[in-house]
């Protein structure tokens, strides 16, 4: 039998909000945009078009502004990827809201759009938030979650699972329920969006939407979830994926591969060359042609491609650029080497 939600547009366009200027992850960020910084050794945004992929998206769209160069060499017509990519460019940046009515204009399929924040790790159901945006007939459904501190994000009152209010970053949230940065929008409610000019998505359409009465949803639940924004938080989800706590398909996918291996819960390049005296543990990330040498102890770190490690050094909680070199006996803990502005 034909239900009312197999009777809505099925969702199959996404667009990825990539244009972000990663300012709280300086200096990691003065080369690399924050969406290609790598996670558990896949730039980050690999993770999120590949969980768009596996929730039944076709065709999906990076909204780009700082560093927009650097993501089509990368992610090309998407073939390799099995989505169809393409890239809007802000020569200035739109905001949030900006980005997605720019973006949504390269769109070729109808129906509902899946929007994602493009520093979200998170295991929730895709789908399910799909099925309810469908069964419901929603104009926005947005995935949500609960967090200790919710200060620092954008918090909801709801009544079931109509949202009643949108608040973007205040100092006394009414709740803990915020705004996870997935949402799937109807396209009348993408078209109801300004373009041409900087709007930001969380401060004003979300709130005005609500004011005019359209049914914003919400689709709650308690999967891992992690805003990879900060340095601490890049390091976790390297972590977490290695530990297993977040899931990614493309990290399962690169395990499957080969090139990696899991050692003691750190994630080792096959190429890499480690002295059997130095130690690598909580969560490290070794990636190609690096060298470690003996007595070294790698805690919690990530370690760029082709950097050296000289003897005796202690890192924890640090990142080291790619090809750059650690001197012998160096200790550093919550450190950032090698990247230059
Ligand atoms: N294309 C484009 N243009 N992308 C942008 C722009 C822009 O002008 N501004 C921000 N973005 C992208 C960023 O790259 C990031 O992927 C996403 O939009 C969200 O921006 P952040 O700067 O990371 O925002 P936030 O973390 O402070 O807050 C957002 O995420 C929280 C969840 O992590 C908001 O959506 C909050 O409401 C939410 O709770
Ligand atoms: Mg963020």
């Known amino acids: 039998m034909d239900t009312l939600a197999t009777a809505q547009p099925l969702a199959t366009s996404a667009i990825l909000l990539v244009g972000g200027f990663g300012t709280r992850l300086q200096p990691l960020t003065f080369q690399t945009p924050k969406p290609m910084l790598r ?11 590949a969980k768009a992929r596996a929730a039944g998206i076709k ?12 993501f089509e060499p990368y992610f090309g017509d998407g073939t ?30 109808d129906g ?12 929730h159901d895709l789908k399910a938030q799909i099925a309810l945006h469908r069964s419901q007939g929603a104009d926005v459904t947005l995935h949500l979650t609960e967090v200790a501190d919710a200060r620092a994000f954008g918090v909801v009152e709801m009544e079931g699972e109509r949202i009643l209010s949108f608040r973007e970053k205040m100092e006394n949230p009414p709740t803990n329920i915020i705004n996870a940065g997935c949402y799937v929008f109807s396209r009348s409610a993408i078209d109801a969006i300004p373009s041409e000019r900087v709007v930001s998505v969380e401060r004003e359409i979300f709130p005005e939407l609500i004011s005019r009465g359209a049914k914003l949803l919400g689709y709650v639940d308690t999967a891992y979830w992690l805003d990879i924004g900060t340095p601490a938080a890049l390091l976790k989800a390297t972590v977490d994926l290695i530990s297993g706590s977040a899931q ?5 996918e690169l395990l499957a591969g080969g090139t990696y291996y899991e050692n003691e819960g750190c994630l080792i390049a096959r190429t890499a060359e480690l002295d059997p005296t130095a130690t690598i543990e909580s969560g490290s990330l070794i990636s190609n042609h690096v060298k470690v040498a003996a007595g070294a102890r790698l805690s919690g770190s990530i370690i760029g491609e082709g950097a050296r ?9 640090t990142f080291v650029a790619p090809q750059s070199e650690i001197p012998s006996g160096f200790i550093a803990q919550n450190q950032f080497f090698g990247f230059s502005e």
């Open 39 to 49: 996670v558990a050794g896949i730039p980050f945004t690999e993770h999120q078009i």
């Open 59 to 70: 065709e999906i769209v990076l909204a780009t502004s700082y560093m927009a160069e650097v």
């Open 80 to 109: 390799r990827f099995g989505i169809k990519i393409s890239y809007a460019l802000e020569e200035k940046a739109l905001g949030t809201g900006g980005a997605i009515a720019n973006a949504a204009k390269l769109l070729e399929h």
């Open 112 to 123: 509902p759009v899946v929007i994602f924040n493009g520093d979200v790790l998170s295991s």
């Open 248 to 252: 990614s398909i493309a990290f399962d």
């Open 309 to 317: 490690i000289g003897t005796e050094v202690r890192l924890s909680n």
